[in-house]
Every structure is written in structure tokens, then in C-alpha cells.
């Protein structure tokens, strides 16, 4: 009896931990897969980082209303660095990224904000490819 307690205990905290891991988001479904995505606080993530990470999650789905037609620039910006807050692994910000440079308008976040942002340090290769890419292209009217 002793040992099937223990069993349901282990069992019960093992399918917890599990139930509050975020969900993955895949580059096929990200705009759904985000409606659902729970920031989890790793250790060393500050309580302020994880705090204001949550609010522009919070605020970012609140802002597309569940519909993956309203996603714009601005709103895989504020996902990728919130992201970032997170200390999410580098393979979810290149994610985010790839979704971000996919939308007109992108180049004004890559080429204005570049040494502003810590994610940078993350995915510098990728950045730097589209950054320079960006100052090529007639796409950044209205960046100055």
C-alpha cells in the first residue's frame, strides 16, 4: 500500500511539471501555437524580467484577439523579446525572428533597433544577414 501512495505521488508531480511547461511553438503554427504558450520562469530569470516578460505576452495576445490575421511587425518584436526575457533557447528566438523579417516593415526594427536589443547577442549571424540585407533594400523609408 506504502508503495502505490508513493507511486500516485511521483506520478502526480511528474504530470504537474509537465502541465506547466510552455508549449512549443513550431514556425508552421506559431500564430496559433502562441495563443497558447505559457512563459515558465527559469532560475535565472529575474522576477522583474519574467514579470514584464508575461505582461507583453498578456498584452500582445490580448492585442490580436485570437485571430492570426492581426499579427503585424510590432507584434513578433514584442513576442521575440519577451522571448528573449525569458532566456528561451536560441532555436525559439530564431523562430520568432524568421516570423518577424517574413513581415513588410521589418527592416525598420532590424536596422533602428540593433544595438538597443539583447537578443542580438543570441542570434548575431542571423541579425547581422538580415541587417545587412535591409541596408541594401529600399525597404527602410521612413527609418530615419
Do not use: R
Not at 118 to 128: P, R
Amino acid at each position: 500500500m506504502k508503495f502505490i501512495f508513493t507511486f500516485l505521488v511521483a506520478l502526480t508531480c511528474v504530470a504537474s511539471s509537465f502541465s506547466q511547461e510552455s508549449t512549443p511553438l513550431s514556425f508552421e503554427n506559431f500564430e496559433t501555437d502562441f495563443f497558447t504558450y505559457n512563459p515558465v520562469q527559469k532560475k535565472h530569470v529575474t522576477n522583474d524580467h519574467f514579470s514584464f516578460a508575461e505582461y507583453v505576452i498578456t498584452e500582445t495576445k490580448k492585442s490580436l484577439n485570437s485571430n492570426v490575421e492581426n499579427y503585424s511587425v510590432i507584434h513578433y518584436w514584442n513576442i521575440l523579446t519577451a522571448l528573449d526575457m525569458l532566456k528561451e533557447d536560441k532555436a525559439t528566438l530564431i523562430l520568432a525572428f524568421q516570423k518577424l523579417v517574413e513581415l513588410e516593415g521589418s527592416c525598420k526594427y532590424i536596422v533602428n533597433y540593433k544595438n538597443k536589443i539583447s537578443f542580438y547577442k543570441t542570434i548575431t549571424a542571423m541579425y547581422d544577414h538580415y541587417y545587412s540585407q535591409c541596408k541594401k533594400s529600399n525597404s527602410l523609408v521612413g527609418t530615419h
